[in-house]
């Protein structure tokens, strides 16, 4: 089954001699419960693709369906709602709350909605990626990977639609990007998660099950 499904997607950013086209004509769907790597040189569309699949912003032509959500026709009213009910971030940079503790920043999602916590789940998902110790903990106070590994539970908290990973290991030493790799596969193993990751990590992408390469706004090869 696919949950998500591209058409046709363009984007230019600024006008005349300045524009710059970063998409250009995109088709690409996603099959749920499947890890999906997205790489391609600096410059070439990943992160404006990335940002159109969880609706942080509008294509100038084209369609993104998300779980049988018209991404595209929503204003940005809906689109906030969209995000915080379908989708699951992951950047570079954590993102975390400084002033929250691990728990409240895992479990901020969920008070954004004013969501119930999912006790069973939320218990079982701290232990998958080693957090039992780190609850009442600030994020400065945990490693990159630790900090890392408590974005990928508040991503998944919710259990969102798709989860999309700008770059998630990139400023992370490489063992402990790989061990948070291992973690967040298991993890969208274990909770037949969709996962769609940005890398320019070839060890990383060959994790994925599938991998889609983007060249000047186009795709240009697709493998799985
Ligand atoms: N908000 C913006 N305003 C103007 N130009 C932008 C904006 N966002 C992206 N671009 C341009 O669009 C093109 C694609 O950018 P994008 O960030 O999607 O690339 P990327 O593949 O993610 O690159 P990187 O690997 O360096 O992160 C680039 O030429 C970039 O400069
Ligand atoms: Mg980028």
Same mark, same amino acid.
Not at 100 to 109: A, R, S
């Given at each position: 089954m696919d949950i998500l499904t591209i058409h046709n997607l363009h984007k230019t950013f600024g006008k005349g001699e300045n524009s710059v086209k970063a998409l250009n004509g995109i088709d690409l769907t996603i099959e749920k419960g499947k890890f999906t790597a997205i790489i391609g040189a600096s410059g070439s569309g990943k992160t404006t693709l990335l940002h159109m699949m969880g609706g942080l912003d509008t294509p100038d032509e084209g369609e993104v369906i998300v779980d049988g959500v018209n991404v595209s026709? %929503?204003?940005e009213k809906e689109l906030a709602v969209f995000r915080r009910n379908k989708v699951g971030f992951i950047?570079?940079?954590?993102? %975390?709350?400084?002033t929250?503790?691990?728990?409240?920043? +895992?479990?901020?999602?969920l008070s954004l909605a004013g969501s119930a916590v999912d006790q069973e789940f939320l218990k079982e998902m701290i232990e998958v990626l080693h957090l039992e110790e780190r609850l009442h903990s600030y994020p400065h106070e945990l490693s990159g990977g630790g900090q890392q590994r408590v974005a990928i539970a508040r991503a998944l908290i919710a259990k969102p639609a +798709?989860?999309?990973? @700008?770059?998630?290991?990139?400023?992370? @030493?490489s063992r402990s990007g790989q061990?948070?790799?291992g973690l967040?596969? %298991?993890s969208v193993e274990t909770y037949h998660q969709t996962l769609v990751m940005i890398t320019h990590n070839l060890e990383i992408a060959q994790m994925a099950d599938r991998v889609v390469? +983007?060249?000047d706004g186009s795709i240009r090869a697709q493998g799985g």
């Open positions: 026709g %929503l204003r950047y570079q940079n954590f993102n %975390l709350v400084p929250l503790t691990v728990k409240e920043n +895992i479990l901020f999602p +798709i989860v999309l990973a @700008d770059e998630p290991t990139g400023n992370l @030493d061990n948070v790799l967040m596969k %298991l390469r +983007i060249e």
